[in-house]
């Protein structure tokens, strides 16, 4: 069955996991969102075991003989395990496409298979998606077209518990130019910023263009999104300048924190696939990690090794027992300490020190 990326989504939400799923396409927002629905899905039916087969760089292709073995095998650890298949360029050639019409044929009971592939068009498909669509879901992400974008940023909001009116919705459409990777970060910038707001009233919270610019404008000067960029950047003179701000205006650590952890964990995830000589561009995918933003997280991998980053989380633990009074000190002066030895070198000798 062909579905769109969004009623995927909604159908996992509720509905039972189907054994075969295909989402492609170049809107690399839409697919990894949509997997990432499946691999939640997974995990709610108690699904633990994964197993990741991909095609690498230079055309070089899946181990189909290994990938043929996990299809027949029982699972160790679990009763089902989810099988993915990740395909770049949307072509398994003779040899996969085979493999994976025969599982569509006779699906295995242990196995839910997962293909994504970011290219896509209606001439890549052929008798392996056709064979996955009879048995599952195929979901395709073909581009927003820009009359699509004003909607689809309008739905996006009120997924998140707010109720815009046209002007706002426009102006976010207009800022972002048609790239869907920054509208979605727009609109998480947005419910970052009113997380601390009361509940919001029956139908979401107003959003108007008026507020929105405000929110904005505020949001331009000092704020989190711009303090990490400046650590990771290695700017630590802007890292001093944006933490004074910020304490100016009144912020709580505890409402930083948690983007900063979050950013911690995600490169010291990377940081250890770079030191065991993995595939970082893979590892990047897999943190979400968008084209625009990794020059900033190599520059931040150039500085820190895995021990680096286990010691910047350790510090964050300690700002955040010292916000919530469980720990004698300054909350501030500890996350200045360490948001300037995330901008520079040798972390672990910086925190340390202080």
Request: a neutral charge.
């Amino acid at each position: 069955m062909d579905v769109t990326p969004e009623q995927l989504v909604a159908q996992l939400e509720s509905g039972p996991l189907q054994p075969a799923y295909l989402i492609a396409g170049a809107e690399p927002l839409l697919v990894l969102e949509a997997a990432d629905a499946v691999r939640a899905a997974a995990r709610r039916d108690g699904i633990g075991e994964r197993e990741v087969f991909e095609a690498g760089a230079g055309q070089r292709e899946p181990d189909w003989d290994a990938m043929s073995a996990s299809f027949n095998a029982p699972s160790l650890f679990a009763t089902r395990r989810l099988v993915e298949l990740r395909l770049p360029s949307g072509k398994p050639g003779k040899e996969g496409a085979k493999l994976i019409a025969e599982f569509c044929a006779n699906p295995s009971p242990d196995v839910v298979l997962l293909v994504t592939c970011e290219d896509w068009s209606r001439s890549h498909g052929g008798d392996w998606s056709q064979a996955i669509g009879r048995i599952g879901r195929v979901a395709v992400a073909w581009p927003v077209k820009p009359h699509e974008l004003p909607g689809w940023i309008d739905r996006r909001l009120r997924s998140r518990g707010f109720s815009p009116d046209r002007d706002a919705v426009m102006h976010l459409a207009e800022r972002v130019e048609g790239n869907l990777l920054a509208a979605a970060q727009e609109v998480e910038k947005l419910a970052l910023l009113f997380r601390d707001a009361p509940d919001a009233p029956r139908g979401g919270r107003p959003l108007t263009l008026d507020t929105l610019q405000s929110l904005v404008a505020d949001a331009s000067r000092y704020d989190v999104f711009r303090l990490i960029d400046a650590a990771m950047n290695g700017q630590p003179a802007q890292v001093v300048r944006i933490l004074a701000g910020l304490r100016a205006e009144g912020d709580a650590v505890p409402a930083l924190l948690g983007m900063i952890v979050m950013e911690l964990h995600r490169g010291g995830a990377l940081a250890q696939v770079q030191a065991k000589g993995g595939n970082l561009v893979a590892a990047f995918k897999a943190q979400r990690v968008w084209d625009a933003k990794q020059p900033m997280y190599r520059r931040a991998l150039q500085r820190h090794a895995p021990a680096a980053w286990e010691a910047m989380l350790v510090q964050a633990g300690l700002v955040d027992r010292i916000a919530k009074g469980r720990a004698p000190g300054d909350a501030w002066v500890a996350l200045e300490r360490l948001m300037v030895a995330l901008a520079e070198r040798g972390a672990t000798r910086l925190l340390a020190a202080g």
